[in-house]
Nanobody
């Protein structure tokens, strides 16, 4: 079993930055692909970024490419999402997820087995 706890959300003005963290429990963290997703009320959860088990491969949604960076720290069992040049349309609840069935950086929601509780990000002037 893997437990995921997100932190780092908050309110920021357009153009600002935030760094989300996702702390994972369990000794198998290093073998899991990890991902970030986001959701706004009334819409489906959408893919943001993913990183494979080794950290050498990443994948991004077109809407965040060049602005967001996903990374992982094996010593701390933590995945990060650095978000720069934030836009109002980035406002959402952000979820961390772990996949025990895929070691590749995948954007498919169904391939993720464990989810965090979510953290709110609000971009507004």
């Amino acid at each position: 079993q893997v437990q995921l706890v997100e932190s780092g959300g908050g309110s920021v003005q357009p153009g600002g930055s935030l760094r989300l963290s996702c702390a994972a429990s369990g000794r198998t963290f290093s073998s899991y692909a990890m991902g970030w997703f986001r959701q706004v009320p009334g819409k489906e959860r959408e893919f943001v970024a993913a990183i494979n088990w080794s950290g050498r491969s990443t994948k991004y949604a077109n809407s965040v490419k060049g602005r967001f960076t996903i990374s992982r720290d094996y010593d701390k069992n933590t995945v990060y999402l650095q978000m720069n040049s934030l836009k109002p349309e980035d406002t959402a609840v952000y979820y961390c997820a772990a996949s025990r069935t895929s070691s590749a950086a995948t954007s498919n929601t169904y391939e993720y087995n464990y989810w965090g509780q979510g953290t709110q990000v609000t971009v507004s002037s």
